[in-house]
């Protein structure tokens, strides 16, 4: 599939809209298919967007739709569960200046929301409800470049008796872990896919193959058939918002360095080398290096600066971790104590 193929669909009270036109028989009862892509040539690369919108239908029980009531007017948004006990997250953007949130469930329940935090930097806002809708299923692995992924954004109906419209907008992964796009600036990295969202659709899940949540959509670039979304990791929104709901804010923990991109081997990141440490800090503590190159925070790769801050940011003080570090050609592990900022 070129990097270029998107598709929109609708999904209406879980009926399903895939891609070709007719039901498709290998699909689940009530699943029909129908509209075209916007940019494919060849009609068979679209099996791949066809399953995935199925995947895609394991994410809607904890998918919601939001009405934002600024007094002036409503807006419409989508907010993702992010823990039992009705832990709902959004992005700031789309509930700034809010008199009233309404939650709208996905068999229609509408229920107020309180705000319990924002964290001024990402734009994660965490809202609860009293209900417990099933959380999502989180993923800490960024989709693979040239996959097939779907965004998922709720609107409700004008019938409060209805369900909401559930809207999928499958695509392909442009990239995924690196400091891009809106967040290049500040040092987080981010996924790009080519799909057909704007900026009312901020806080939308995106679903990789396995129907796990891989993030949600923080900003769209450009226009037209060059229109790139731009997600935020699902690890960073996950561990965000526990940090809100524990303790109102997030405290960061610091590991003490500053480190460059090392040099990339056959495409692929080599990791963050070490360029000073900070005397006293917690990579001192842990016996890190300058010249050490960090490729893996407790088990995950890290392939860029900008992962390792990813994963870094919402660890709070205190919280231990396992290093994987590449030293004169050999890779060892260190345990790494964060200390406070």
Known sequence: ???????????????????????DAS??????????????????????????????????????????????????????????????????????????????????????????GTDATTGITVLRIADDLPAADFTDTDPATGSVVV?????????????PELR?????????????????????????VAAPLSTNDLGSPLVDASGAVTG????????????????????????????????GSVAHGVLGLAATDAPAVAGVGGGAEVETVTSGGAAAQAGLQVGDVVT????????????????LYAEPPGAELRLAVVRGGATVYTMVVLTQG
Not at 58 to 78: E, F, Y
Request: net charge negative.
């Open 1 to 23: 599939m070129t990097a270029g193929v998107v598709l929109t669909v609708v999904l209406v009270a879980m009926v399903l809209a895939t891609a070709d036109g007719v039901r």
């Open 27 to 116: 699909a689940p009862s009530g699943t029909w298919v129908s509209g075209v892509p916007t940019t494919e040539a060849d009609l068979s690369q679209l099996t791949d967007v066809k399953r995935m919108t199925i995947v895609a239908t394991s994410a809607h029980d904890s998918t919601v739709a939001l009405i934002v009531d600024r007094g002036s007017g409503t807006s419409m948004a989508t907010g993702l569960v992010a823990e039992a006990g009705g832990i709902i997250v959004v992005l700031q953007p789309t509930v700034a200046g809010a008199r009233a949130i309404t939650v709208v469930e996905p068999d229609g329940t509408r229920l107020a929301a309180a705000r319990v």
């Open 151 to 163: 965004a998922m954004a709720m609107e409700p109906r004008a019938s409060a008796r209805d369900a």
């Open 168 to 192: 999928l907008y499958a695509g392909t992964v442009l990239y995924a872990g690196v400091a891009t796009g809106t967040w290049q600036g500040t040092g987080f990295c981010a996924t790009g």
């Open 216 to 247: 949600i959509l923080d900003a769209v670039i450009g226009t037209g058939s060059q229109r790139t979304s731009v997600f935020l990791p699902a690890e960073l929104v996950r561990d965000v918002a526990a940090q809100i709901v524990t303790h």
């Open 296 to 311: 893996g925070i407790d088990g995950q790769v890290v392939r860029t600066v900008a992962e390792l801050s990813t994963r």
